[in-house]
T-cell receptor, first 113, second 115 residues
Framework: ELKVEQNPLFLSMQEGKNYTIYCNYSTTSDRLYWYRQDPGKSLESLFVLLSNGAVKQEGRLMASLDTKARLSTLHITAAVHDLSATYFCAVTPRWEGAQKLVFGQGTRLTINP | EAGVAQSPRYKIIEKRQSVAFWCNPISGHATLYWYQQILGQGPKLLIQFQNNGVVDDSQLPKDRFSAERLKGVDSTLKIQPAKLEDSAVYLC?????????????FGPGTRLTVL
């Protein structure tokens, strides 16, 4: 059974600081996704990482994937309050083809002024 | 392009009652998913449809949950009878076959509270 673990689960940081969220998964995967969820809202797609060494950047967020280590990171640079949200990584198990998503527990990020 | 639509947005029922949720996927998306998201957790897949056929319902509690997608477009998810532990947000997602990165697009969700 594919398991996806994120850490930390809770993160409180100050504006202007840098931090990294980690996502480990237990079996081989084809794709890794990062989503953002604001309170009471649905999931917003941030990044799709397709291959080993893939790196994607959007604004102050950068995601990377190491398939050999089964690890993805979401790095936040010079955090601003608007980035406060819960961030989820999700993985597609390779044997499922490209159809099923298994989510991590989420990392609740709070950025304080 | 219109997104995934869900209704109702909120529902409060008592345990042992029945409830149904509706989802309309993005036009042309053949694959439809229902997820359950319990407070503080990541979404968990309940059932996946390809057109009007079930692809994966291995995590659907079939003694109380049922879902259908009769015409391969809209879908309904039903709970009968509801239990306290069914309190969660129920998310519907859809995906275009062969779409870029096989990305799933999520609806706003239905928040269910079982008292």
């Amino acid at each position: 059974e594919l398991k996806v673990e994120q850490n930390p689960l809770f993160l409180s940081m100050q504006e202007g600081k840098n931090y990294t969220i980690y996502c480990n998964y237990s079996t081989t995967s084809d794709r890794l996704y990062w989503y953002r969820q604001d309170p009471g809202k649905s999931l917003e797609s941030l990044f799709v990482l397709l291959s080993n060494g893939a790196v994607k950047q959007e604004g102050r967020l950068m995601a990377s994937l190491d398939t050999k280590a089964r690890l993805s990171t979401l790095h936040i640079t010079a955090a601003v309050h608007d980035l406060s949200a819960t961030y989820f990584c999700a993985v597609t198990p390779r044997w499922e083809g490209a159809q099923k998503l298994v989510f991590g527990q989420g990392t609740r990020l709070t950025i304080n002024p | 392009e219109a997104g995934v639509a869900q209704s109702p947005r909120y529902k409060i029922i008592e345990k042992r009652q029945s409830v149904a949720f509706w989802c309309n996927p993005i036009s042309g998306h053949a694959t439809l998913y229902w997820y359950q998201q319990i407070l503080g957790q990541g979404p968990k897949l309940l059932i996946q449809f390809q057109n009007n056929g079930v692809v994966d319902d291995s995590q659907l509690p079939k003694d109380r949950f049922s879902a259908e997608r009769l015409k391969g477009v809209d879908s309904t998810l039903k709970i009968q009878p509801a239990k306290l532990e069914d309190s969660a947000v129920y998310l519907c997602a859809s995906r275009q076959t062969g779409g870029a990165h096989n990305e799933q697009f999520f609806g706003p969700g239905t928040r269910l509270t079982v008292l």
